[in-house]
Structure formats: C-alpha cells, structure tokens
C-alpha cells in the first residue's frame, strides 16, 4: 500500500513538473512575444511621431511661404536687417523706423507680400483679422446684384473689357467671372467677422491669405465696387441728382478717368497687374469700405506727408486701420503696442 502511495505522489510529481515546464515553455514564449511586440509598437509609435513631426514642419513651412501676410517680426529688427549700409537712405528709413517705434508704439510688423495687390491685400487682411463687418451701404444692398445691375439696369456693356490682374481681356466671360469674385467676397467677409474669437479668426485669416486663388477674387471684388460706385457717382453729378463726395470731383478732374470706362480703362484694369492703388485710388478705396486708412510713408520722414489719413474726411464710428509704405508702391501691417 505505500508503495502505490508513493507511485501515486512520484506519478502526481512528475506530471505537475512536466505541466509546468510546458506552461513555463508558454509563458516564456508568450513573455518573449509582448516583448517583442512592445519594442515593435515603441519603435512604431516613434518613427510616427517622428513622421508626423516632420509632416507638420513640413505644412508649417508650405503654409508660411504661402502666406501673403507673414507672421509678426520686430520692427527695429526688421529695419535693422533691411537697411544696413550708411548711405542717407538707409539713415534716414532707420530714422523713420525708430520714430515710428518711439513716438507711434509700433513694435512690431506684419510684411505683405510685394505684388501688384499688395495695399488692397493690406487693407482687407486688417479688416477681416479685427472683426470689422460689412460697411453700412454694403447691409442694404446684395452686392452679388452689382454686375447684374452694372451690365443689363445702366447699360454698361462696356464692362466685358474689365481686366483680372494679370488677365487682360475676359470677354463674354466676365460677367460669371465677376459674380464669383462678389460671391467670394460676401462669404469670406461674413464668416470671419462673425467669428468672435481672434484666434479663431486670425486662422481663419491665415488660411484665406495663403489661396492664392481665393485671395484673388477678394481683390478683384474690390475693384469691381470701386468700378460700381465711380458709375453710381457719374451718374448723379450728370443727372445733378444729389451731390457727391468731393473725391469723385478729384477722380474725375484726371485726363487719365474723366468718366468710369477710361477709369476702368487707364487705372483699374492696371491694379494687380502692373500698378498698385495711387492716392485718389486710397481715398476712394476707404470711402467704400467705411475705414479711416492711416499711412505711414516712411519716405517722407520729417515732412507734412510722413503721416496721412485716407478719405481725409471721415466719420467719427469708421474702424481705423494702419499701413506703413516705404515708397508708396508696396506696404505692410504695422501693430501697435503700449
């Protein structure tokens, strides 16, 4: 009887010994398996954010050189790097620039891309980057209904000769054209300045402003308004209506758009393409959009003209909005700072 006691426990023994050499076997396996499937998952989990990091940079930098309005840089840092030399230009644009930091607390720019749009594209990146909303006359009117009025209620055929920018001639096509610049203008405008919060909103802005063909129509939209309301103008000084701002008066006064089609002709057609706004463009340009435009001209330092408020007359609830141009050509965002 002990002996088959003993057999039994030895038997029992060898058996649980011989299960777990197997588990262990398993286990051991399995161990090895999660430890390798962990470094795996590490490494993958590394080499994706390493990816992603490098697909971010990589957007980050494409967005950027995108962007027809850069990010923000140090003023007298900016002057610093643009105007070294000790030539009397160059004194004399650092001069500016340090006055402009001392006595205006500008600390900072934003840099505009240098084309042809570039004071429109200024003037809208501002309006839409604050919130500023549709001006008054724009609330009443649908200005998707502008070229539609424009070509078929005024009998303005003369418009199929209007110019995109660098597009010369459009033909039977500008009227579709024309409708999807106001188009764009009406949606981007109401979106963003509905947009309360200026994070939001300043994304929103960088967005736009990198499309190049989005931006575009924004612009050409502009145009086409400042085309409309010059034809809205003549018309009433013809018809002796009711008066009209005295800028239509200075507009008119030119050889160059003594009425709207040598204005569409001479000027508009040119802006995007191979000129930018002039003065009377300015004043007018401000005028439309209910926005007092404040100009630092920095190649008039320590004259009359270094600062200038375009329409110089004015509402007193217009936004006001700041540029700062070294030549009158092409201009940039200055911010301001206490």
Known sequence: GRHEVWSWKTASKESLCLMWQKVKVQLMLSMSFLTALFWYCRRLYSFLAQLLKRWSSY????????LSVLPEVDLLGYSAREWKGET?????????????FRSCHIKYLRQVRKDNYSVVRAVLFQIFSQGIHFPSWMKERDILKLPEKLLYSQGCNWIQQYSFGPERYTGPNTFGKLRKCMEALKTSW???S????HEERGSMCNTL????????KLYEAIKFIMLYEVVEA?????????PVHNLFSLLFARDSSSDPLSFMMNHLNSIGDSVCLDQVELFLLGYLLEVKIRVYRLHRFNTEEFQVTYPNEYRREWNEISLLTEDDRYYHIPLFRT
């Open 59 to 66: 957007l980050q930098r494409q967005l950027i050189r995108n």
């Open 88 to 100: 009397k230009q160059a004194k004399q644009m650092r001069e500016a620039y340090e006055e402009l």
């Open 190 to 192: 109401a979106e963003i």
């Open 194 to 197: 509905a947009t309360r919060d």
């Open 209 to 216: 402003f990198s499309d190049e063909s989005k931006e575009y």
């Open 234 to 242: 003549y018309e009433q000084i013809k018809s002796r209506d009711e």
